[in-house]
């Protein structure tokens, strides 16, 4: 009797046992070149490259284009999606796949060619808060002709001066400070008349709070909106 039962548990034990002799790893199949079409998409073009029949490959190629597009739906946003998505298809196949493409095949080359390096702006900023445009700005009202419509250029660019000021030192600041960054920054180019006044410094922090809260709801508002699209 228990050797029967030994035999059993024997038998049971060979049915629930899998072999992982024909497991693959993904460290053993082909690089993925474009992840958002998955690894069988890709094998579909492997087979497509394979079909002698001009005329079959070319259907096979047309029909594994329109499944990219559902299982990559955000590129049928862009304008000229067909023409991307046709050279997805020739990028998967290694640049290998010879059909009758609405598209011609992106040269293979450029595609592998590494961008031009993108140099990064050397100049020195003398005030981080104000900004590099903010100095192009001083340097170009500096050069127009003296008149009423300079100074209230002077005056509303001062008041944007304090604004920035304000932005990233939340804090008060004598208008007196505002007045020689400007005078600094123009050289002594730009100057305020007397009885010029800036907007006053809790007006301003007022309106960077105001400014700020609707940044911020209209954040939470697109936040909420792709919460709903996911449920």
């Known amino acids: 009797m228990a050797k029967e039962s030994k035999r059993r548990a024997e038998q049971s034990d060979e049915k629930h046992f899998v072999s992982i002799e024909h497991l693959e790893y993904n460290t053993q199949r082909d690089f993925l070149l474009i992840s958002e079409y998955g690894r069988n998409v890709q094998k579909m073009i492997k087979h497509t490259i394979d079909i002698e029949d001009r ?72 005030y981080k808060y104000y900004g590099k445009v903010m100095e192009d700005m001083i340097r170009k009202i500096a050069e127009m002709e003296e008149g009423p419509r300079k100074e209230q250029i002077t005056q509303n660019l001062a008041n944007f001066m304090k604004m920035s000021y304000l932005t990233w030192n939340k804090d008060t600041v004598d208008d007196s400070t505002i007045l020689s960054h400007l005078d600094e920054l123009s050289k002594g180019n730009l100057k305020l008349h007397e009885s010029a006044r800036l907007n006053h410094t809790a007006e301003i922090l007022a309106m960077n709070k105001e400014k700020m809260m609707r ?9 909420n909106k792709r919460k709903v699209r996911k449920k």
């Open 215 to 223: 940044e911020n709801s209209a954040k939470n508002k697109l936040k």
């Open 55 to 126: 005329e079959i490959r070319n259907k096979a190629a047309q029909t594994i284009v329109n499944v990219m597009a559902y299982l990559n739906p955000s590129v049928r946003e862009l304008v000229d999606y067909k023409h991307k998505l046709w050279d997805h298809l020739f990028i998967l196949s290694d640049f290998k796949l010879d059909v009758d493409a609405p598209f011609p095949m992106p040269e293979k080359e450029k595609f592998n060619a590494k961008p031009k390096k993108v140099e990064y702006p050397a100049s020195k900023i003398r």
